[in-house]
């Protein structure tokens, strides 16, 4: 299957601290970013739009799935995007995983893998990170390790914490505050390691990480969608004073257990995870037209307050038998229960001082308790027919069910209150022959479906014409793909073409300011994937990878949905992305020395659908150069480094800011202009 891997040196040396500085590195990934903390992964073009609650992409931290498999807990947005400090490596695989890794693939998964404690020998690390951007702020970053063998060979511990400030760029022009959307990062992860013997290991360990801003809940700056032209500069938005608050808190627990008993290995991961996010969101332009009107107000500024609370169990039990025999096979069970709290608050104050102004009561939103639960049952057959031809073959049951209560009150929402019950029974599937025409050269084909399930709406009020429940969605992907060595293994060669036929498109759509979920009808991604890899001399790298993607409505968007007509593109989808990249490792005497850079290329895209019927907006192509070098002093590291180098402008996501979904100001988010840095690091 097509699988890329990012690995510990090659983010160390690169500073990467979110998905933006990695994702175009992987063929097929593409991120819609509206800042700090809120990502949309998207891999292979499976994407609605930056405003879909629910992720096509599932993300995993070792064998424990985190992140919300429904809509209720801005599942596509919210990803954890962990600070890759001590992670091993980062796997992505793409397209639907058939029979793994939960319901919420469709598009693929995200693997963080950690690195666990070393029971024999004790070691620690510690490092500092300055950096600078371009008209902004200055950021300033500190992590440390250490690994414990408290028991030698049996028992080890593992400690990492970091601490970061990202720096601002954007300024508030209407309260002069500048660099509003600087963050603050901070985290840990502890690990335990036990291994009794050499057939059984448990291994616990616990991750919590904070980020923090004032003003990243107004995303960006204020653009012409038009012009494409900012409407104060291109580092400058307007926004209500008091706004722009963004916090959220990820914690996960998890208990993974192996034991191998021969004739198969018993694998039990069990895990607890927590979100706590909140948020206070600049809406004037949304409603204040209409609300300053009705309430004489001059200057009247409106928020929206959304605390979101997030508890989520998980308990997996896999057993799997050896991989040197001729049947192949691998059973397991699955459960996950979420219980999710959200609110949506509207405020009213003045929007230049901030000052509170005493409405009536405008639009209160209690959406909760929220439980989704989900079993599943798996399998997959692996016959190894002879030494060069395998053919696998998976199933996947799940039965998830959904209840869901809300509370609304106000003058925007009206007043009611209902609960609403769901449930589906959906089957996947995975079938994936492949053969080795030699021991270098490897092709397959793979099929595999997907899906996400469905549920109640949020926040709906009544009269609009929003359905009470929306489907779930599925899809399945046809891919074939060769994988060769070449130049004595210095070479490698990973290509593949897919089709993914994708029905019942979960589509959000907006009617009087309220976003709400439907179903669409069918559409469709196919494309070609090409990833190289080359060690031309001793010390030197290189890779590079191309991506084509043509994902498309294949039927009309049904009425009262987005406006999309068959044949349009999907959003953000770029028909081209690619990527090259160099990494040198030379001697300096007794020191090292190694450098290297990435270049990468994110092709043009359309933007949302809009909500009535007119032409798209595209977002432009845009490129990114990002270049770094160090020595390797005894125990130290130094390290210098710039991303974005050429300072270019390249726009990742925009959303109206008015009631029209073609009107001007649109809000943009920006990739982060050129930052340069310094860090060191001493290994003991």
């Known amino acids: 299957m097509p699988v890329s891997v990012l690995s510990e040196t090659q983010l160390d040396r690169q500073n990467a601290t979110s998905f933006a500085d990695y994702a175009t590195q992987v063929p ?26 629910n992720a096509t ?11 919300s498999s429904s809509i209720y807990a801005a599942g596509s947005m919210l990803t954890p995007d962990i600070d890759p400090s001590d992670i091993q490596r980062i796997e992505v695989l793409r397209g639907p995983q058939g029979t793994l890794y939960g319901s919420n693939t469709l598009g693929g998964l995200i693997k963080f893998v950690t690195t666990p404690p070393d029971t024999t020998q004790a070691s620690g690390r510690i490092g500092v990170d300055a950096n600078s951007v371009a008209g902004g702020g200055n950021g300033f970053g500190t992590h440390a390790m250490v690994n414990i063998p408290l028991v030698a060979n049996t028992l080890g511990l593992r400690v990492n914490a970091y601490e970061r400030t990202d720096p601002g760029y954007i300024d508030n022009v209407n309260t002069g505050k500048t660099d509003v959307n600087e963050a603050k990062v901070r985290g840990a992860r502890t690990q335990l390691l036990w291994t009794p013997s050499d057939k059984v290991s448990v291994r616990f360990s616990a991750l919590a990480q904070n980020l923090s801003s004032d003003g990243l809940a107004n995303g960006g700056i204020d653009l012409d969608p038009t012009t494409l032209q900012p409407v104060y500069g291109w580092d400058k938005q307007s926004r209500a004073a008091s706004t722009g608050m963004f916090k959220v808190k990820y914690r996960l627990y998890d208990l993974s257990v192996s034991a191998d008993m021969g004739w198969a290995t018993l694998i039990s991961t069990t895990s607890y995870g927590t979100l706590r996010f ?51 096979w691998r059973t397991g069970l699955f459960f996950t229960r979420e219980h999710t709290v959200d609110g949506q608050n509207i405020t009213s104050f003045d929007a230049r001082t901030g000052d509170p102004i005493a409405l009536p009561t405008l639009g209160n939103v209690s959406v909760g308790p929220a439980i989704f639960k989900e079993w599943a049952g798996y399998g997959d057959l692996t016959w190894h027919a002879t030494s060069r031809f395998s053919i696998l073959v998976g199933v996947r049951y799940s039965s998830d069910q959904t209840t869901y209560s809300q509370t609304t009150t106000g003058l925007l929402t009206g007043d009611s209150h209902f609960t609403t019950r769901s449930g589906d029974h959906p089957v996947t599937y995975l079938f994936n022959p492949s053969y080795k025409f030699s021991d270098d050269i490897m092709g397959y084909v793979r099929i595999a479906s997907g899906f996400r399930p469905g ?7 009544p009269g609009l014409g929003a359905p009470l429940t929306f489907d779930p969605d599925k899809l399945t992907n046809y891919e074939v793909g060769l994988k060769v ?39 469709t991604s196919e494309g070609v994937e090409v990833s190289w890899r080359y060690n031309p001399v001793r010390g030197l790298t290189l890779w590079s990878n191309a991506t084509y993607t043509d994902a498309k409505l294949a039927q009309d968007n049904p009425p009262g949905s987005v406006f999309g007509l068959k044949g349009n593109p999907l959003p953000y989808v770029p028909k081209w992305n690619a990527n090259l990249g160099a990494d040198y490792n030379f001697p300096m005497g007794t020191w090292s020395g190694f450098l290297g850079g990435n270049f990468s290329y994110v092709g043009r895209r359309a933007a949302e659908f809009n909500t009535v019927p007119s032409p798209r907006y595209y977002l432009p192509s845009y490129n990114n150069i990002d270049l770094y070098a160090g020595a390797n002093v005894g125990n130290w590291t130094f390290k210098v480094y710039a991303k974005n180098l050429a300072n270019k402008r390249g726009i990742t996501s925009v959303w109206p800011e008015t009631q029209s979904s073609i009107a001007s100001p649109f809000n943009a988010t920006l990739q982060t202009p050129r930052t340069v840095g310094v860090s060191a690091s001493v290994d003991f």
Request: no cysteine; proline share 5%; glycine share 12%.
């Open 455 to 461: 549920g109640a709406n949020v926040g709906v009020p």
């Open 485 to 523: 060595l070449m130049l004595d293994k210095h070479m490698s060669v990973d290509l593949n073409a897919f089709y993914i036929d994708w029905s019942k498109v979960q589509l959000t759509s907006t009617a009087g300011g309220f976003s709400f979920l439907g179903n669409g009808g069918k559409a």
């Open 57 to 67: 992409v599932g993300t995993y931290i070792d064998d424990t799935p985190y992140g």
């Open 28 to 53: 097929g990934l593409n991120t819609i970013s509206s800042g700090q903390g809120w990502t949309q992964l998207v891999l292979r073009g499976i994407t609605s739009g930056s405003h879909q609650p």
């Open 278 to 328: 909140n948020e206070n969101q600049d809406i004037t332009n949304l409603f204040g037209p209409i609300l300053n009107s009705i309430f004489d107000l001059p200057n009247g500024g409106y928020a929206e307050i959304q605390p979101i609370s997030l508890n989520k169990v998980t308990q997996e039990l896999r057993l799997q038998s050896p991989a040197d025999q001729t049947w192949e």
